[in-house]
């Protein structure tokens, strides 16, 4: 079915609308634009820069997706934002364009991403992923898959959180959030695992059991972190989430919340 446009809408003739999309009235779409199919912007959507959507994304009034990045350092150049299928974007989400020649700033699939929450440049988001509202990330923040973000989180810039975790509201994050925890406050510190998270995704009861004895190893025994780590390796099972929380708090720069 061809793309319905409201004639009110101003699409670039160079932009490429796929099949099925509805663009509703005062929508701006500029000539780098690419829609997929059946994408749904209800009214007064901005969508502009290197900006390529997949299909069966549904983005709602005052969204801006693809403009150029807040951060001063920007001094021109070709920069993108590539957003993956089926992601939900509502009133007032802003997703800036990355900074450096090249860049990318990357949303995957299946995202929930409510009223006015921000993603800065050069971030790299997953699938499945919530943020609640008004929460943010700052500059080359990388979230995992089914992470929960609270309302009013924010992120400092090049953190990582990790899959399955989940971030109280109001948190302010400074350091990485590890896999499958519970991080809350100001400054966020890691509270428990996120069990009700992971029962949700069907982790199995052994695997839970284990992240409860890593985070305890990790957060509770007032062991340094390589210490912690080599006993989480050493005496816990090599399940895929131990091995996940294992690679991911070794790989941390920032350290661990």
Request: with cysteine.
């Amino acid at each position: 079915m061809p793309a319905s446009i409201h004639p009110t809408a101003s699409v670039h003739p160079d932009a490429q609308i796929g099949d099925g999309c509805e663009i509703g009235p005062y929508c701006v779409i500029g000539p780098n634009v690419t829609l997929g199919e059946d994408c749904w912007l209800h009214s007064h959507v901005v969508i502009d820069g290197h900006t390529r959507l997949g299909r069966g994304n549904r983005i709602y009034p005052f969204a801006s997706l693809g403009l150029r990045t807040q951060d001063l350092k920007w001094k021109g150049g070709l920069t993108r934002v590539e957003i993956g299928d089926e992601n939900t974007i509502r009133e007032g989400v802003t997703i800036h364009s990355a900074t450096a020649d090249g860049g990318v700033t990357r949303v995957g699939s299946h995202n929930n991403l409510l009223a006015y929450a921000h993603v800065a440049h050069d971030c790299h988001l997953g699938n499945h992923i919530i943020m609640s509202n008004f929460s943010g990330l700052a500059g080359h923040v990388a979230v995992e898959d089914h992470a929960i973000l609270g309302g009013y989180v924010a992120v400092h810039q090049f953190c990582r959180l990790g899959t399955m975790c989940m971030l109280g509201g109001c948190t302010k994050v400074r350091q990485d959030v590890a896999p499958y925890m519970l991080v809350d406050g100001d400054p966020g510190r890691t509270r428990t695992i996120n069990k009700i998270g992971l029962e949700r995704r069907g982790v199995p009861p052994e695997s839970v059991a284990a992240l409860k004895q890593a985070y305890k190893l990790l957060f509770r025994e007032g062991l340094t972190v390589p210490n912690a780590l080599a006993r989480i390796e050493a005496e816990l099972p090599p399940l895929p989430e131990i091995r996940h929380l294992l690679q991911f708090v070794r790989a941390a720069e920032r350290g661990i919340c």
